[in-house]
Every structure is written in C-alpha cells, then in structure tokens.
C-alpha cells in the first residue's frame, strides 16, 4: 500500500514536471514567431511570382490585343473602297482626302477596341500613317496588277487575245511595224533616187549637148573649117565644164540617199529579233538596187563615174585636137608665106607683075588651101556616152496614178474610209488636268506578255472606241490609250494612220512573199521606167509599186474594219482582194475600193488591243488612269484618283495599365511602374 502510495505520488510529480516543462516551452514562442514570419514572406513570394508570371502573361496578351485592335482598324479603313471605281471598272481605292484625314479615322476605329473592358486596359496614344501608296503612284504599277489581278483570277472565261499566245501576238505586231516603217523608209529612198535621177537627167543633157558640139566640131574639121572648129570647140568646152557641178550635184543626193540607206539598215537591225522565217532576207533584198546608187561598184554609180572619166578625155583630145589644128594652120600659112616670097622672087626675075582675074580671083599664093585632115582623124576617137533615158508617155501617167494613190492615203484618211454615215466625235479631253500630266513617279516594272494581253483585254472591255455601240461624251477611249491626244478626232486620226501602216506593212509582207505578184509589179515597174537595161531602177520602181499596192490594200481593209467587219491579220492569196488594175483605178478616181465581207479574220478592237503592245506600259497606264478619272468626275465633282490610295502602313501607339503589378508591394519589389508603351505596326494593300 505505502508503495503504491508512493508509485502514485512519484508520477503525479512526473506529470507536475511535464506541465511545467510545456509551459516553459510555450512562454518562449509566445516571444519568438519566426516560423509564422517566414512562412508569410513565403507566401508572398509565391504570390509575387504568381503576379509576375500573369502580368507577364497579360501584358504579351495586350501587345497582341493592341496589334490585333490596329490591324482590324486598318482592316475597317480598308472596306471603305470607292465604290464607283469598283462598279464601274473593278479597281478598288481608298478615298482619302488627306494623310491626316486617314490617320483620324484609323484612330477612331482603334478606340473601338480600347473601350472594351478587358484585362488590357490601355490609353491610345496616337496612330501614324508611315507609308501611303497612291493607285497612280509608280507610273500606275499597281493600278496595272490590280487589273491583271481581276482579269487572272477566273473573272473571264472566254478572252479574244490568249494570254497564253502573248509573246507571239508582240512579235506578229513588232514585225507588221517593222514592215510598215519599212515602207516609209521605201519611200523616203525612192524619193531621193528620183532626185538622182533628175541629177542624171541633168548631167545626159549635158552629156547630150557635147556630143551635138562633137558632131559639129567634126563637120567643120571636115570642111577644113578652123573658124568653125574654134567656135565649137568653145561651146563644147563650155558645156563640158558644167559637167564638174552637176557630177557634184549628184554626189550630194548620193550622200543622202547613202545616209537614208544607213537608216533603213538599223531599222532592218533593230527589228531582226521581231522577223519570223525568211522575212529578214525578203526586205533586206530590197536594199540591194538603192546601193547601185551609192556604191562604187554599183551599176548607176559605176556609169556616173565612167561618164565623168570619158569627159575628161574628150577634153584633153579637144585640147589635142585645138594643136593639130594650130599646127596645121602655122603650116598652111607656112605655105602661104613660102609661095608670096616665091612669086615676089619671080616677078623681080623677069619684070612683069602678077595681075588679077577680072572676077577678083586669087594668086597662086593666096590658092593653098588649109588641111585639118589629121586634126578630124584624130577627134574620130571621141568617145560618147552610154547614159540613156527613155520614157514614154503612157507608162509617165501611170507612175503618176500611183502617187495619186499616195496622197489620198496621206492626205484625206478620214474622208476614205470612214462609212458615210459615220459621224467623227467631237470629244475633247482636259489633258492638263489628269493623271497622265501630273508627277506620279516612274514605273519600275514592266509587263511581260501575258500580262500585256490581260491588260489590254481589260482596255477593250471597259473602254470604248469608233465602232463601239455605246455612246459617250469622249467616245474614242481605245483610241486615246494609244495615242493621248486631246480631242476625239486627232486620237481617231493617228489611230488610223498607225492601223494603216500596220496593215500596210503586213499587206508589203505578203505581196514580198508572192512570187507571182512580185512578177507583176516588176512588168508594171520596166514598163514605167522605160530604161533599156537599167535593172536597179526597175527594181526600185517595182519596190515603190508594191509599197504602193500594199497601201492600197490597207485602205480597203480599214474601210472594211470601221464597218465592222474583219480581215485577217496575214492574208493569203485568197484573202487579197486588190489588184494592180484596180489600185490605179483608184488613183484616176480618186476613192478607195469598196469594203468587203469576210467572216473571218480580227475586228477593228482587235486590232487596237494588238496596237496596243506597240504603246509604251507606263503610257498605257498613265492614259487609262485618265479615262477613269475623267468619267467618274462627271458624276463624282471633285474626284481625283491621286486621292485614292493602293497601300497604306501605319504604327500605333499606346500607353498599357499594369493589372497585377498595380499592388504597392509589387511594384516595390519588382520596381515596374504603373504604364507601359505599346506599339504596333500594321500594313495593307489591295
């Protein structure tokens, strides 16, 4: 019992110590807290991190929200295209009237966005437009891939002028101008060969005269005339000395005959990569009898020269002959003094005197006659010319009839192939005031076939010419793209003459390449020139007669083309329809052959698109930005397509607003401040 007393007592003691010791314990935290301290400052790291790590989060989620807000501003700027130019020509443009006009409105579409609340609060602070493209910028560039854009993307089906066969449309027209400036440059030779001509006229006249003189120097040689001979010999001295001016005559109009033929033969070279097949060969074969002219081995020239050189000798044989025949007069007055002192000698011999025959008849003396035999026999090898011209009346009229036929085409166009009820237009366009006038920078790309094609389809589409049935204030749009004139009339004049020439020249091709044409033009052209044996003259002439018919043909295409018909771009011998009878027919009538039906073959538009590879690009553009501008400002005052912008970059910016580092405890640690710049850049572009 006493021991379980004490066990008992003992352990009320153990616990009286335990309590003890834990209220000891327990005094000293009450002092200390350093877990509770530590344990707060963890959990504010925790949290400050978890705070950065979201702010970072939302300040990359509103640079995104503000780039998105200033793209979609853009976006709202851009749907804002004119309307007018999209209905009626498919180009779009933004209007704008001014830099500053644009940058407000952009501003005020991103303000859209900010006022949104959202975990991106943030404070516009302004929107710079840092580039503006205008439509007609860059000498209408991007005017040009928009169209080409619209016309590639599926919009046509059925194009009359294959993009796919554009190179060999340029190349088809390159060679039908080549052709044609060709035909100019025939011309421009054949002219000057008829000035040398009239300078080898001049100089056969001349030629001519001597050789009468010559016939006369030798009938008084003949007749022992010395008298006679002297004054001949003067005349043919004079003649022979106009022989030096009319040589040099000659050589001038050779020299420029020579500088026209250096002309014609760059052309020929410019236009080698445009020739196809043979045809090279066919022009430059009709250089060849030019060259007889102004070669020194040429036929015409070589006879100039040879003349030149016979003249001179008979000059020096007339300068022989002048000393026979003052030899043979010293010796027959030699003979004369010889007798006089013999008689004398005699009558003082035997005293009488010599009297005189009651008819006054001569002493014996005074009966020696003068001999210019060897003088005559040496003016016998007097050399004559070989120059000869013949013509004969009939074939002149001819020759005649042609150049009638030139100076209808040249000089009365309009009046010969227009259709009698066709009014010209009297449109004119306010050039000063349009695009093509006013600086708008040089293009730095130029269209390559396909694209040309899908232009000038567009052009043939959306603009109107002679033939077309919709009527205008300014009808003949087609043809100002080609030419830029400023009134309807001087644009539909040029368009002509230029579709002349083309055809022209396409028409000079085929008759080169028919041998059975070039036959007749040849026995047209030796019937003309009737010159016995004078082939370079023949042949220029048949050249000048198939410029001429080819010309010929070209009016009745193009009087067929405004009537609406069409005509093959190259013609076989079944498409021909003039013939040699019938083009001098219309030089003695004075009117072009009537048009003709044919089914087949490119229509008047057609023919001005394919001119249209012929227009410089930049041109082009420029011209068709001033039908655009000029017809949409008859319903639109004031429009102006240097108002209306292709492309536009900007930059915004803004001041953002911290979320979670808004807290003072963040931001003490972190050190960020309450604001951060945002900046966005943004760029569009039809």
């Not at 010559?214 to 004079?238: T, V």
């Not at 232009?455 to 002679?466: K, M």
Request: glycine share 8%.
């Amino acid at each position: 019992m006493i021991r379980s007393g004490e066990k008992a007592g003992a352990d009320s003691r153990e616990a009286a110590d335990g309590y003890a010791k834990r209220g000891e314990s327990t005094g000293r935290m009450k002092n200390r807290g350093e877990i509770t301290v530590f344990l707060s400052l963890c959990i504010l790291c925790v949290a400050a991190l978890l705070c950065v790590m979201a702010e970072s989060v939302r300040t990359a989620g509103s640079r995104y929200y503000f780039q998105t807000a200033v793209g979609g501003a853009l976006d709202s700027l851009f749907s804002r295209y004119h309307r007018r130019l999209w209905q009626q020509y498919r180009v779009l443009g933004l209007p704008c009237e001014s830099r500053q006009a644009a940058a407000d409105q952009l501003r005020s579409y991103t303000e859209k966005y900010l006022e949104v609340e959202n975990w991106y609060p943030m404070e516009l602070k302004s929107v710079e437009i840092t580039e503006w493209t205008g439509i007609a910028d860059q000498g209408g560039d991007y005017l040009a891939q928009e169209i080409v854009d619209y016309m590639r993307f599926g919009v046509w089906g059925n194009l009359e002028l294959s993009p796919d066969d554009g190179g060999q449309f340029l190349r088809d027209i390159s060679e039908a101008a080549a052709a044609g400036g060709l035909t100019e440059a025939y011309d421009a030779q054949t002219a000057e060969v008829q000035k040398l001509e009239q300078a080898v006229e001049k100089l056969v006249d001349c030629v001519s005269r001597q050789e009468e003189y010559a016939a006369e120097i030798a009938s008084r040689l003949a007749a022992n005339d010395a008298a006679g001979f002297r004054a001949g010999a003067s005349d043919f001295r004079k003649e022979a000395g106009r022989m030096d001016g009319l040589a040099a005559n000659y050589e001038r109009q050779a020299e420029r005959l020579a500088e026209k033929l250096a002309d014609t033969e760059r052309t020929l070279t410019e236009a080698a990569e445009s020739w196809q097949g043979d045809r090279a060969a066919l022009f430059e074969e009709q250089m060849n009898p030019y060259h007889d002219y102004t070669d020194a081995d040429g036929v015409r020239r070589r006879e100039i020269l040879t003349q030149l050189e016979t003249g001179k000798e008979n000059l020096e044989r007339l300068k022989q002959t002048e000393g026979l025949v003052r030899d043979a007069e010293i010796a027959w007055e030699e003979a004369r003094q010889a007798a006089r002192r013999a008689e004398k000698a005699a009558e003082e011999g035997d005293g009488q005197t010599v009297k005189t025959t009651e008819g006054g008849g001569q002493t014996a003396a005074m009966d020696a006659e003068l001999s210019l035999a060897a003088a005559a026999e040496h003016w016998s090898g007097y050399k004559r010319s070989g120059l000869k011209l013949e013509y004969s009346e009939g074939d002149t009229e001819k020759k005649g009839l042609l150049e009638q036929v030139k100076k209808l085409a040249q000089n009365s166009l309009l009046e010969l192939v227009l259709p009698a009820d066709m009014q010209v237009s009297a449109g004119v366009i306010a050039a000063g005031a349009l695009p093509s006038h006013r600086a708008a920078g040089r293009s730095v790309q130029a269209p390559g076939p396909v694209e040309r094609v899908l232009l000038h389809e567009y052009c043939g589409h959306f603009f109107t010419n002679a033939v077309s049935e919709e009527k205008k204030q300014v009808q003949y749009e087609l043809e100002y793209l080609l030419q830029g004139k400023q009134s309807d009339r001087d644009n539909l004049q040029e368009t002509m003459t230029q579709l002349l020439l083309i055809r022209q020249g396409l028409n000079l091709i085929h008759i080169l390449s028919d041998p059975a044409k070039r036959d007749e033009a040849r026995g047209m052209a030796a019937g003309i020139v009737g010159v016995t044996g004078l082939a370079p003259l023949v042949e220029i002439t048949a050249c000048f007669i198939m410029c001429v018919w080819a010309m010929g043909e070209a009016v009745a295409d193009l009087r067929t083309l405004y009537a609406g018909g069409r005509v093959p771009l190259w013609k076989n011998r079944e498409d021909w329809k003039l013939s040699l009878e019938g083009l001098l027919k219309m030089g003695k009538e004075g009117a072009s052959p009537g048009r003709t039906e044919s089914e087949k073959g490119c229509a008047y538009e057609t023919y001005l698109k394919l001119l249209l590879f012929l227009t410089d690009h930049q041109d082009l553009q420029m011209r068709i930005l001033d039908m655009m501008e000029m017809n949409l400002k008859r319903q639109e005052e004031g429009f102006s397509i240097d108002k209306c912008a292709y492309r536009l970059g900007i930059t915004g910016r803004a001041s953002g607003k911290h979320v979670f580092f808004a807290l003072p405890i963040v931001e003490k640690y972190t050190g960020k401040a309450g604001a951060y710049p945002l900046e966005a850049p943004a760029e569009r572009a039809y």
